[in-house]
């Protein structure tokens, strides 16, 4: 079910509708055993790209309250990975006095045209 690094350079390269000026936020929504989705949990800025190597994933770093990632900066970064690699959503906390990677893996895409950003969907 999770999407890859193939897929969104996909949507991007085939979208019309998406400019290099959008933003980049990711949107958790509350999804129930049927697939219908029963709220929105939250919809955050992408502050960064990242990629993890050793487990083959291409990050995106929600950054509650920062500035949220161009469209055109993000593509630059994500064409350079392997397309095989899987998309997640990555928040840092911190528990217990270390740092702990959460990642919730990318389930699709969707866009606000009027508003200007692209939106990665995860299941919160």
Do not use: H
């Amino acid at each position: 079910m999770s999407k890859y690094v193939g897929c969104i350079i996909n949507e991007l390269d085939e979208s019309d509708r998406i400019g290099d000026d959008f933003e980049l936020f990711v949107i958790s929504l509350r999804i129930d055993d049927s697939g219908a989705i029963t709220s929105t949990e939250s919809i955050d800025p992408i502050g960064k790209i990242g990629f993890d190597i050793e487990n083959e994933e291409c990050l995106f770093y929600v950054k509650p309250g920062e500035e949220a990632v161009k469209i055109s900066e993000a593509y630059a970064e994500i064409e350079t990975i392997d397309s095989g690699f899987s998309l997640a959503a990555a928040l840092e906390q911190e528990f217990d006095d270390s740092w702990v990677r959460i990642d919730n893996p990318v389930i699709g895409f969707g866009e606000n045209v009027d508003e200007k950003r692209f939106f990665i969907v995860c299941r919160a």
